[in-house]
Structures are given as C-alpha cells and as structure tokens.
C-alpha cells in the first residue's frame, strides 16, 4: 500500500454555546475527493 496524503480535521467549540465548527486540511490534491466526502458528512451533524 502506498500513502498518498493526509486530510487533518480540527474541531472546534464555541465557548458561548454549544455549537461546533470544523476544519479539514490536505496535504495535497490527490485526497480531496476523500476530504469532500469529510466535510459533506460532518456538515450533516
């Protein structure tokens, strides 16, 4: 198997309320398919 990237998520917590932000980070091009497919499902919480 060989590597091809990292997609780095950060999550975040807004001290006022409960809600949550996220960032997605790639290496490289070659992952962002897979960082979309990420950020589209963690949008849905």
């Known amino acids: 198997m060989t590597k091809i990237g990292t997609i ?5 917590k ?3 309320n409960a809600n949550t932000t996220f ?6 091009d070659n992952v962002l398919p897979v960082s979309y497919v990420i950020e589209d499902t963690l949008k849905l919480y």
């Open 8 to 12: 780095t998520v950060s999550v975040y």
């Open 23 to 28: 960032s997605i980070e790639t290496d490289n």
């Open 14 to 16: 807004e001290e006022n």
